[in-house]
């Protein structure tokens, strides 16, 4: 079985540069999350969607973030315009259990550098 | 708000000496501790699932237990591939994770 996929895997742009990832979650996991992790910290929630909605985008920057689940399968997470703080791992996770009670499978992440 | 808090945030081992980390964590409900397994470059690895104070699991050099304050990750007779960054992580009555900043593991032959 595939795990979950990202792209790209690294990413290096100037600041104010739009920025675009995608996560192609496990087959049949209707949960999608997507973290953000600075060096040397645990994964911090972005958004959590369950199937094409979007339940939990509390701690979103929505001034410049925004995410995207058409057809509640695959997603995309943009950043328009980049900031040089941006820079981190961009991690996506999917689950197979609603309410977030589950296990997470996580895929590789993508590295942001921020110029 | 939920808090996690992970110790130590490094552990040197030589291989073969045991040892255990600490999670201790503040939550409203807890549904659920989870423990990871990340290696540099990669996403993390889900290794356990504790749901209720007294539960314990184990795998291979590995073994999670849960108290209503604190869950101890014990690695046994350490080998060097065991070296990770291991991540503890609650789901609240919310359904809210919140990860620690994880313990740095080195295993050294």
């Known amino acids: 079985e595939a795990g979950v996929v990202q792209s790209p895997r690294y990413k290096i742009i100037e600041k104010k540069q739009p920025v675009a990832f995608w996560c192609n979650p496990i087959?049949?996991?209707?949960?999608l999350y997507w973290y953000l992790q600075n060096l040397g910290q645990g994964p911090e929630l972005l958004i959590r969607?369950?199937?094409?909605?979007?339940?939990?985008d509390s701690q979103l920057p929505k001034d410049r973030f925004s995410a995207e689940r058409l057809k509640g399968v695959d997603s995309t997470l943009k950043i328009q315009p980049a900031e040089l703080g941006d820079s981190a791992v961009y991690l996506c996770?999917?689950?197979?259990?609603?309410?977030?009670?589950?296990?997470?499978?996580f895929g590789e992440g993508s590295r942001l550098t921020v110029l | 708000e939920d808090q996690v808090t992970q110790s130590p945030e490094a552990l040197r081992l030589q291989e073969g000496e045991s040892s255990s980390l600490n999670c201790s964590y503040t939550?409203?409900?807890?549904?659920?501790l989870f423990w990871y397994r990340q290696d540099p470059g990669k996403g993390p690895e889900f290794l356990f699932t504790?749901?209720?104070a007294g539960e314990e699991k184990e795998k291979e050099r590995l073994k999670a237990t849960l108290t209503k304050k604190e869950s101890f990750l014990h690695i046994t007779a350490p080998k060097p591939e065991d070296s990770a960054t291991y991540l503890c992580?609650?789901?609240?009555?919310?359904?809210?994770?919140?990860f620690g900043a994880g313990t740095q593991v080195v295993v050294t032959p």
């Open positions: 996770a999917s689950s197979s259990y609603k309410g977030n009670t589950g296990e997470l499978f």
């Open positions: 939550v409203s409900g807890l549904r659920g």
């Open positions: 992580a609650v789901a609240d009555s919310w359904g809210k994770f919140q």
């Open positions: 969607y369950e199937n094409e909605e979007a339940v939990d």
């Open positions: 504790l749901y209720s």
């Open positions: 087959s049949g996991h209707n949960t």
